[in-house]
């Protein structure tokens, strides 16, 4: 929720807001509003960092696919 532009926080949200672009079907709007007020544009830039760190970084990738993993099976879990 911070407008803190230091690496440490923007990587966790832009992850966070790749999640929930893949987990839910939220739109842009709606994923910025959960990510404390960030407008559309602001998610496809995060978006778009987290595909393009995922095509160059192999153990960032696999740490991706690992978070998606997991939070789909709590989401699976919060849905019975």
């Known amino acids: 929720m911070s407008r803190d532009r230091r ?3 923007i990587w966790p949200r832009h992850i966070v807001t790749y999640l929930l672009r893949q987990l839910t079907e939220g739109s842009s709007n709606d994923i910025g509003k959960v990510i404390g007020g960030r407008d559309h544009a602001t998610v496809l830039n995060s978006l778009r960092a987290v595909d393009d760190r995922m095509e160059t970084e192999h153990d960032f ?4 696919k690992a978070l998606k993993k997991e ?4 989401v699976e879990v919060m849905t019975l």
């Open 61 to 64: 990738d696999a740490l991706i």
């Open 7 to 9: 690496a440490r926080i």
């Open 71 to 74: 939070a789909q099976a709590i």
